[in-house]
């Protein structure tokens, strides 16, 4: 069993930044093979695709949207992954998730449902 954890969200202005954290419990991601990505939900929209450590090998993967200005790491001593958010924007305004899958396909990636774990998320808010 996996639990994961997200923390790190709030409130800032157009151009700040942020950083999530996704602590992960039951498993030791390094080496692992598990995929933790992040994935946001804005109010009446769907659960969307941000970033990810493919298969926590360090091959990570963004949406275009946040390409450029978002970072995913892990941290291996905290069996942690990282999004920093950099540059941020009003339409970053969502609830952010973090999830988990073990035996993802590359093609799978962005599908939000193909992930078997999730955390209870984190509302992220910018203000223009």
């Known amino acids: 069993q996996v639990t994961l954890v997200e923390s790190g969200g709030g409130l800032v202005q157009a151009g700040e930044s942020l950083t999530l954290s996704c602590a992960v419990s039951?498993?030791?991601?390094?080496?692992?093979?598990?995929?933790v990505a992040w994935f946001r939900q804005a109010p009446g929209k769907e659960r969307e695709f941000v970033a990810a450590d493919f298969r926590s090998t360090g091959n990570t993967h963004y949406s275009n949207s946040v390409e450029g200005r978002f970072t995913v790491s892990r941290v291996n001593a905290q069996n942690t992954v990282i999004l920093q958010m950099n540059s941020l924007r009003p339409e970053d305004t969502a609830v952010y998730y973090c999830?988990?899958?073990?035996?993802?396909?590359?093609?799978?990636?962005?599908?939000?449902?193909?992930?078997?774990?999730w955390g209870q998320g984190t509302q992220v808010t910018v203000s223009s």
């Open positions: 039951g498993r030791t991601l390094s080496g692992s093979g598990i995929t």
């Open positions: 999830g988990a899958s073990a035996r993802l396909i590359l093609s799978s990636l962005r599908n939000s449902g193909q992930y078997a774990y």
